[in-house]
């Protein structure tokens, strides 16, 4: 693993290298031959978090060079972004262009001045204009917001039809329908609570559906104002998280991602709680399911809302020596003809105006963003290490069932996560 | 007075031999030791090109961690278990096949397989049989805190990482453990007969001190690769459940990668140094002069 990791960041070095070297010549020339189309000129590399998508993103510069001949881009899904990422940071050798957006603690990259402030730039009118105003860092837009993922219910659609079951459109009634299913000798929910992240996923999803939070609670936590374990909201969150692991596997603590996939796909469990990114590992587990997604319900109807974040984001590094070519590839890439092929090979919702996505089995969220009904995950307001806190203390809250003790570590982990940032 | 000479120009020549070796000790191992307790003393995030010198404030907060307490007692539990486990597997397994039992390559072959094996790939066998074989398993004998999984279980969680870990460590040590047997010379345990030794007293007698050198290297291989336990853990439980198996190793990462906390993850790193070096001290300490040279 270390070796491969090595081997890997020694290619990524190389290819940077390769990439600074040509192109401090060639934006020589393009400062020289202005702005205009077409003269851009230089190498841009992108290091690109979604692996999944490296074909498409291959598709998209292969057009993108029909405009702009002289722009080479070098594409680069190194697979441990994260580290590579940090590497080359410290390195001082950013790459040019860089989606790597889903991680919290990708704030310091912001913070400590190592993107381009994208906020004025004319293509980012392109963006609608809800997904520019929650993607701001301290008031200010760095990354090109591109595509963003949802989170809701999968749920095999033959085991439902079987059991007579209809779509829950609240709690109440995914309840009855989790029991219907146990009656019927089938695990209801498929949970993955060995796996720390699908925890805290769920977790901040629930925050924002039960009681909005902006990250103003564990602000007010960290200052002393208030507390979990007084938080009607935090309690309720609690509650329904062990209502919901009630219906999952017994053992679910110990089982795996990948177990509660195959699991899920092969029709030991009737649902499982994920986001847009789980689709096609479900396909790829069992192509013949017959699977659909519907949103995780709020108490009422009327309160159901769907948890989004940027999944895909584009930010300019300062240190590049190739901003106008990368500007280029960023405004080609938000023109709304381009997003919209981008969409029609990708399928998840795009943040570009006037960009229509067809994937049925997201049509149901797709109805409720649309209808401005959804809210920004809430693990962006925190600070970085807070998402690790919840997540560990849910894990015990699985296995502990205990809701007070729960609370009194997330005024505790508060405390912690808050005294380092 | 030439002869003399001669020496000390043989002395030269192989200080020059081990240059190389000491350049590439020295840059590879000390650079690094000094640069990680040098951010150790900071607070840097691993990005940022600005941070601060903090002192000894990450060592100071280490001290009140409670989180890393635990994960202190998780390691050494587990290292004190690995250990024992190891020793007396590997030892009886040699014994055994120096007891010129038939076929004794094919079982020497067999019981060596489990080291060409990846730990990531072990790990994550492990983690599908602990999820769907050992239920069954538990199921059918009727024992109850084996029908659900143990990874879902604090309690028992370790002892599945531990499982797979002496499974696959036992293979380097038993063979070490058959090499030091075959080192015994036949006439001592003639001579031991002819007196009317007892198979304990021969074993106690002359097997024993001839394994000591064996015994240490042994211990200071399974102490090493115990309390750096990171890649059983991460394959097999994550850390989990609720941080009941988090070790020295993982927290490390945790805190390094995760959280962003680079300056207090070495100051972790430090204090595990600290740890092995003390205990691997004691153990060279006590060792030593009770083997026996041939």
Request: glycine share 8%; charged share 20%.
């Amino acid at each position: 693993m270390k070796r491969f990791l090595a081997l890997i960041l020694c290619v990524a070095l190389c290819l940077s290298l390769a990439a600074c070297g040509s192109g401090s010549s060639a934006s020589g020339g393009g400062s020289s031959t202005g702005t205009q189309e077409g003269t851009v000129s230089g190498e841009i590399e992108i290091l690109l978090h979604k692996v999944e998508i490296n074909e498409i993103m291959n598709t998209m510069i292969a057009e993108f060079n029909k405009e702009y001949p002289d722009v080479k881009v070098v594409l680069n899904a190194p697979g441990d972004t994260s580290t590579v990422l940090q590497a080359r940071a410290v390195a001082n050798d950013m790459p040019d262009i860089v989606t790597f957006t889903y991680n919290n603690s990708d704030l310091a990259y912001v913070r400590d001045g190592f993107y381009l402030d994208l906020t004025d730039q004319a293509f980012m009118q392109n963006v609608t204009d809800s997904a520019l105003e929650s993607n701001k860092i301290d008031g200010k837009n760095y990354y090109l917001p591109y595509i963003s993922n949802a989170y809701g219910v999968y749920y095999n659609v033959d085991i439902f039809e079987a059991n007579d079951i209809a779509i829950p459109t609240t709690l109440d009634e995914l309840y009855a329908a989790c029991e219907k299913l146990q009656a019927a000798g089938i695990t209801p929910i498929a949970f993955s609570d060995q796996e720390l992240w699908t925890l805290g996923h769920l977790g901040d999803r629930l925050m924002g559906l039960i009681f909005d939070d902006d990250g103003t609670l564990f602000e007010e936590i960290a200052a002393g104002e208030a507390s979990a374990t007084e938080h009607e909201g935090m309690r309720e969150v609690a509650e329904i998280y062990l209502k919901l692991h009630e219906y999952g596997q017994p053992d679910s603590l110990g089982v795996g991602y990948e177990q509660a996939i195959s699991a899920f796909a092969n029709g030991e469990a009737a649902m499982m709680l994920q986001g847009t990114w789980l689709l096609s590992l479900v396909k790829s587990a069992n192509p013949e399911m017959n699977v659909d997604v519907f949103p995780l319900p709020g108490r009422t109807a009327d309160e159901t809302r769907v948890g989004i974040n940027m999944d895909l984001g584009f930010a300019v590094s300062e240190s590049s020596e190739n901003q106008e070519a990368a500007l280029a590839f960023l405004s080609w890439m938000s023109d709304p003809e381009n997003a919209q092929m981008f969409a029609d090979m990708e399928g998840s919702t795009s943040l570009i105006k006037g960009v229509e996505v067809a994937t049925p089995e997201f049509a149901k969220m797709s109805e409720l963003i649309s209808a401005g009904k959804s809210f920004v995950i809430p693990r962006g307001y925190w600070a970085p290490s807070m998402v690790n806190e919840l997540q560990n203390a849910l894990q015990r809250l699985v296995s502990s069932k205990d809701v007070d003790q729960f609370l009194q570590e997330i005024d505790e982990g508060v405390k912690v996560a808050y005294a380092q940032s | 007075m030439k002869k003399k000479f001669l020496l000390r120009e043989d002395t030269l020549t192989d200080f020059i031999i081990t240059l190389p070796g000491l350049f590439l000790y020295t840059l590879l191992f000390m650079v690094p030791v000094v640069m990680g307790f040098f951010y150790s003393l900071t607070d840097w995030n691993g990005i940022s090109k600005k941070f601060n010198i903090v002192g000894f404030a990450n060592y100071a907060a280490l001290m009140k961690d409670t989180r890393f307490a635990g994960t202190v007692r998780f390691t050494v539990y587990y290292t004190v278990l690995l250990i024992i486990g190891v020793v007396v597997i590997s030892l009886t397994t040699a014994l055994v096949l120096n007891s010129r039992i038939k076929g004794g390559n094919f079982f020497r072959a067999v019981f060596f397989f489990p080291a060409v094996l990846s730990l990531m790939t072990v790990g994550l066998i492990f983690k599908e049989l602990y999820y769907r074989v050992l239920p069954l398993v538990g199921e059918w004998l009727n024992i109850p805190a084996l029908q659900t999984n143990i990874l879902a279980n604090e309690d028992l969680a370790i002892y599945g990482i531990l499982f797979a870990n002496i499974w696959t460590a036992c293979a380097i040590p038993t063979l070490l453990f058959y090499a030091g047997l075959k080192n015994v010379p036949a006439d001592l345990y003639e001579a031991a007969d002819i007196d009317g030794a007892t198979a304990f007293q021969k074993f106690r007698r002359i097997t024993l001190p001839f394994l000591i050198p064996t015994f240490s290297m042994v211990f200071i291989l399974q102490l090493k690769l115990g309390l750096s336990v990171f890649d059983y853990v991460l394959s097999i439980t994550g850390g989990g459940p609720g941080g009941a198996t988090e070790s020295i190793g993982t927290i490390i990462y945790n805190t390094a990668f995760t959280d962003r906390r680079f300056g207090y993850a070495t100051a972790e790193s430090v204090v595990l140094f600290l740890i092995i070096a003390v205990i691997s001290l004691i153990q060279v300490r006590m060792t030593r002069g009770k083997e026996v040279t041939v």
